[in-house]
């Protein structure tokens, strides 16, 4: 279970972190229609810009669906929860074990999530002033290649956002990662023991304790939640008010060109607002 004063406490950080890096984004963006784009995914299919889930987002959004439909996990309003059975003999099979396990799958989901990974990359991009990345595809990553673009395309490139920087450092640790997709941990008398501690050559954690680990699961769901949840926030406020009083009631973006570089066209929303495509449908 998850302490709600944990949750109170965490997703307060996040949000506030999420609120410098947005109002940041939208300060040093190089286009006006670039955090459109990473809400609506653009990409490059058989040499065309689509905008759409794509391969990444259909092989991704099961996932994301799953994560966001079970929420953090149970809730306790007992802030002695971890302190009462995170203490006693562990055997594997406790109620507060098989908690740990399940918040572990979805911290592995989370972090292994590609789609996630990059819209990510992308609002990082337009963080440091950068075109949003059509061509950008974690697929294509070597094997352990995530936890490497994690670590140096998004962490180390969150420095004009100090806040949320240090936010996501304390919630991705890749030893973790490693552990959990190996089974390379276990859960021992007020704490988690790493198996990998030797092995891994990021290893920086022979163990943490339970509260830690909390701290570190909070974080990790807060900022996979906030960020879809704060773009999308902008489109509906931002972009879909924005469209409406424009000439061609849509919104200019800009898009790659082999010959010519860059050239700008329009997105057009849907009735609804949530979807939207190059050509204008009927209203």
């Known amino acids: 279970m998850v302490r709600q004063s944990s949750i109170d406490k965490y997703e307060r950080e996040v949000r506030e972190g999420l ?3 947005f109002n940041l984004c939208r300060y040093n963006m190089v286009h006006s229609g670039d955090l459109l784009l990473c809400q609506q995914n653009g990409f490059i299919f058989s040499n065309q ?5 794509g391969d990444e987002g259909l092989n991704s959004m099961q996932t994301i669906n799953s994560i966001s439909f079970k929420g953090i996990g149970n809730v306790t309003n007992d802030d002695n929860y971890l302190a009462v059975h995170g203490n006693t003999f562990l055997k594997g099979i406790s109620d507060f074990e098989k908690e740990i396990q399940q918040q572990k799958n979805t911290y592995l989901s989370i972090w292994e999530n590609g789609f996630f990974i990059r819209v990510f990359t992308q609002v990082v991009n337009v963080l440091n002033s950068c075109d949003y990345d059509w061509y950008l595809d974690i697929s294509k990553l070597p094997p352990n290649g ?15 956002s100090p806040k949320f920087q240090q936010i996501v450092r304390n919630a991705y640790v890749g ?15 007020g704490g988690i023991f790493y198996d990998n501690y030797k092995s891994d050559k990021y290893a920086i ?8 680990w909390e701290r570190i699961y909070c974080y990790s769901f807060f900022i996979f939640i906030g960020i879809f949840q704060t773009l999308t926030q902008i489109k509906n406020q931002l972009y879909l008010p924005a469209s409406k009083g424009t000439l061609t009631k849509g919104i200019p973006v800009k898009v790659p060109d082999k010959e010519n570089g860059w050239y700008q066209t329009v997105l057009f929303p849907n009735e609804k607002g949530d979807v939207w495509r190059f050509t204008q449908t009927e209203n």
């Open 19 to 21: 609120q410098e890096l």
């Open 49 to 53: 810009a689509c905008v759409g889930l």
């Open 146 to 160: 995530k936890s490497k673009h994690i670590r140096e395309q998004i962490i180390q490139r969150l420095e004009a």
């Open 175 to 189: 030893q973790i990662r490693n552990a959990i997709a190996h089974s390379q941990y276990h859960c021992v008398q």
């Open 205 to 212: 954690l022979q163990g943490l304790s339970f509260d830690d």
